[in-house]
């Protein structure tokens, strides 16, 4: 398939658990059938060399730990209007799975992460781009909840991880992507703002 009109790339970044996934599924229903979905967390490298201990010991919330070419190379075929293989990501092992995911050029195409505008090259790429500014407190409590729920990290793994890699992490890389950010937001999301959004988006009255 290879859509006509041009395909619009929307970056929406922000720390650990600041909302990201949650903003762009709504996004996502609010211009249906006209958007996709797209995770940079499905581009970090895979582990599955590691022995599970040194995967443990991996800081994972750094730029590094994202395959970037792979996901620039999607980037450009969706943009020019083609379908893209995409990886899938287990958290739980830190290894990519067997399955990868097709994903279909829409209108719009929404894709999530922590550090999509910190490297320069790929910043021009996207039309128009958001960051969620999340306090501390709030990431780490959505976090907690998470990783102990979802993926079976215990409490304190969780703590002393965020303690260690997350919020050092999200100090020098994920937060001075503000500045490079089409919008800003700062509080949850109303039904009313996300309307706004998606107007903005495609451009619609």
Known sequence: MCVTKPVKLVAIVGGSCSG???LAQQLEKKLAPDAACLSLDDFYFDRSYLTPGRRARLNFDHPLAIDWKRLSRALRALRGGR???VPTYDFSTHCRRPQHRLIEPKSVLLIEGLWLLHRRELRPLFDFSIFLNASRQRRFERRLYRDVSERGRSRASVQEQFRRTVEPMHRKYVAPQARWADLV??????????AQIAKTITGRP
Do not use: D, E, L, N
Not at 185 to 194: F, L, T, W
């Open 185 to 194: 937001v700062s509080k949850a999301c109303s039904i009313r703002q996300i």
């Open 83 to 85: 379908p893209a293989h």
């Open 20 to 22: 990201k996934s949650w």
